[in-house]
């Protein structure tokens, strides 16, 4: 007797985490949430609680806007334990399309959660998104709406509202109990997280103790540590704001512009 098609596994709905803190979600929603205009919406909420604690439009999602929202967060409430997201090529890179994640080749993103100690959970199924997705469809029915009656077409505009007005009263209405009582925040202390919450990359410096990154020359001063820095391996890290730094170990050796141009000369030590 032919044996048939093998059904796929039955799904169960997830119980919530016990306590804030355990994990969160992070997703992006496109929508047009003003006439003719289409932006990304970046929500970052507890799986516990439905509570959002970061929530911004941006143009387009990308490993920015997820740093941007991990550092609302930790600003808030501290570090979480973890973090369940979408496999965008931001968050993960994934050999086989719509196959396993590469958990051992990280994102600029990944590397980030791992310096902070925040494990990393890739969704393989629409239903495994289903919380956060609830909560879109929600924010677009009401959004757009509310926008409207308030007159407002632009994204600063649009962004400021939702810090103001909508996130608080969302919290207010759809934030619900945890299933026990405590949290697994924990308070952040350590390096600045914007030397973390950025992209890293290494370079060799030069025998004029420059250092070539993305089309820029960057200079490192002379300083009271060493006589010079040639051949040496620093790290480069690219902000959010496109302006970069040049480490050395802990040291950040100087800040530059978007065009490569010396800001600063840091003295300070640091702890990256």
Not at 34 to 40: E, F, H, I, L, N
Not at 154 to 183: D, I, M, Q, V
Request: proline share 4%; net charge positive; hydrophobic share 30%.
């Amino acid at each position: 007797m032919a044996r048939g098609k093998r059904k796929g596994a039955h799904r169960k709905r997830r119980e919530r985490s016990a306590v804030p803190g355990m994990m969160l979600h992070q997703d992006g929603s496109r929508h047009e949430w003003v006439a003719g205009q289409q932006w990304d919406l970046i929500v970052t909420m507890d799986d516990a609680t439905n509570e959002h604690y970061s929530m911004f439009f941006v143009v387009e999602e990308s490993s920015a806007s997820s740093f941007t929202g991990v550092e609302e967060t930790i600003h808030k409430k501290g570090l979480f334990c973890s973090l369940y997201t979408d496999r965008g090529s931001h968050y993960w890179h994934t050999p086989e399309a719509g196959g396993r994640v590469d958990r051992v080749n990280l994102t600029q993103f990944g590397r980030a959660m791992k310096q902070l100690g925040i494990s990393m959970i890739p969704a393989y199924s629409p239903e495994a998104r289903g919380r956060s997705e609830r909560m879109f469809r929600t924010h677009q029915d009401r959004l757009p709406k509310e926008l409207l009656r308030q007159g407002i077409q632009t994204r600063e505009a649009a962004n400021r509202y939702l810090k103001k007005s909508y996130l608080p009263r969302f919290n207010t209405e759809f934030t619900c109990p945890a299933r026990e009582t405590g949290t697994a925040f924990v308070p952040y202390i350590g390096t600045e997280l914007t030397d973390i919450l950025c992209e890293q990359y290494e370079r060799t410096v030069g025998n004029d103790n420059c250092v070539h990154f993305d089309n820029h020359i960057l200079q490192i001063p002379a300083d009271q540590y060493r006589f010079n820095y040639v051949k040496t391996t620093v790290r480069v890290h690219r902000y959010r704001d496109d302006t970069l730094a040049v480490f050395h170990g802990p040291r950040k050796l100087a800040t530059y512009d978007q065009q490569g141009k010396i800001i600063a000369v840091l003295k300070k030590k640091l702890t990256v």
